[in-house]
């Protein structure tokens, strides 16, 4: 019954490789956030959608492409990636784009590019 | 500019004192405030949060915080430490476009037995 889902938890890869990490949430939220927590811990907003349109773009590289098929579902494809991306992604979710709605996340993507 | 500070990149309390982590806001309007703790490994739980209700909210695990406007000021308490409180506490505000969460920088909170 978990309410935020990422997979996978881990992602080992070579740079240059292109990789998805998938979130899934079950509690019937229309909007869902993709985080990037750096190697100090600082949590920074990349993407988010309210009912799978693009609502939140800030300055992430266009090799970062979000994708939503449907508003429990928020995946994150990267190209060509490169030492700096390694990270742990955080997927989230609210019940709506209106400020004052907590979010919830999911467990994280752990991200090691070699 | 929405923004939130932490100060205090690490605290360190014994076990069974007071528990004081520190945040300071920056918003033009009136601010939604958000305290979330993340236990290693894992996402971030929400422990309170500030929608101008009250200004002494409670949450979680024995944890409140107490909204400041004069201070700017949304300080995080617990009376009593325990073991298991020792985590990374964060402070967020929520403001811009679409509940975009601004976070502070984290505090290491370390309890010792």
């Known amino acids: 019954d978990t309410a935020v889902s990422q997979t996978p938890k881990y992602l080992v890869t070579q740079m240059g490789n292109d990789k998805s990490i998938k979130c899934e949430q079950n509690l019937g939220h229309d909007t869902m956030y993709w985080y990037k927590q750096d190697s100090k811990k600082f949590l920074k907003i990349m993407f988010s959608y309210n009912n799978k349109e693009l609502i939140i773009n800030e300055t992430v590289p266009n090799r970062f492409s979000p994708k939503s098929p449907d508003k429990a579902h928020l995946n994150l494809h990267i190209n060509s990636l490169e030492l700096g991306d390694s990270a742990v992604y955080f997927c989230?979710?609210?019940?709506?784009?209106?400020?004052?709605?907590?979010?919830?996340f999911g467990p994280g993507t752990r991200l090691t590019v070699l | 500019a929405q923004s939130v500070t932490q100060l205090g990149s690490h605290v360190s309390v014994s076990e069974g004192a007071l528990v004081l982590l520190r945040c300071n806001y920056s918003?033009?309007?009136?601010?939604?405030l958000f305290w979330y703790v993340q236990y290693p490994n894992q996402g971030l739980q929400l422990l309170l949060k500030y929608t101008s209700a009250a200004t002494l909210v409670k949450g979680i695990n024995g944890f409140e915080a107490e909204f400041k406007k004069s201070e700017t000021s949304f300080h995080l308490t617990k009376p009593s430490a325990h073991m298991s409180d020792a985590a990374e506490y964060f402070c967020a505000v929520s403001a811009g476009t679409g509940n975009q969460f601004y976070f502070g920088t984290g505090t290491s909170l370390t309890v010792i037995p």
């Open positions: 989230a979710s609210s019940l709506g784009p209106w400020n004052g709605n907590e979010q919830f």
């Open positions: 918003s033009s309007v009136p601010p939604y």
